[in-house]
């Protein structure tokens, strides 16, 4: 069965906050709805510095985090899902301390959470699960209007999530 994307339904939230996490550099995008067209309100990174302790990296991230949510009216919010295989195991468990800030932040201001494995975001983008970064950079661009593509790959990557989670917004398949 196919993926059905949503295209001009009421009940499908108004304002999607995108998210790319990583450790050093957190993507966030935020993406509305207005009449049938989506726009992008806003983008960008949130950056921890290498030599600080993990605790206070990962306070950077929820801090930078909330006051995007704090920023906008924000109806959901949409994270990319770590990759299910990691060569280097400590890397998978920085990341999902990295996730973990980033949901609480989000559970905190009482938005409702969608995850998104990294293929299932390329697919619905490019129809294609093993799209190039290239490839998504110039689906985001396409389909938000954008005069160029997005940099850096982390702020395309959080736009591509929030667009999938306003295209498959109410899809009761959209996480398998």
Do not use: W
């Not at 801090?63 to 195991?89: C, K, M, N």
């Not at 609480?104 to 129809?127: C, D, N, Q, S, W």
């Amino acid at each position: 069965m196919g993926t059905q994307l949503v295209v001009d339904r009421p009940d499908v939230a108004q304002c999607i906050l995108g998210i790319d996490p990583g450790l050093n550099i957190t993507g966030y995008a935020v993406i509305s709805r207005d009449g049938g067209n989506l726009k992008l309100c806003e983008a960008g990174v949130v950056r921890s510095r290498a030599r600080d302790t993990l605790p206070q990296r990962l306070k950077e991230i929820s801090d930078g985090v909330r006051e995007v949510i704090a920023a906008h009216p924000i109806d959901s919010v949409v994270i990319e899902q770590l990759f299910s295989h990691y060569e280097r195991p400590r890397t998978a468990i920085l990341m999902g301390h990295a996730r973990g800030v980033i949901c609480l932040a989000a559970a905190e201001a009482g938005l409702p959470i969608t995850h998104y494995e990294p293929t299932r975001v390329k697919k619905v983008m490019t129809g294609n699960g093993h799209a190039s970064k290239s490839q998504m950079q110039l689906a985001v661009k396409l389909q938000l209007s954008l005069a160029t593509v997005p940099e850096p790959a982390d702020v395309a990557d959080a736009m591509a999530v929030a667009l999938t989670g306003h295209y498959l917004a109410g899809n009761p398949l959209a996480g398998c």
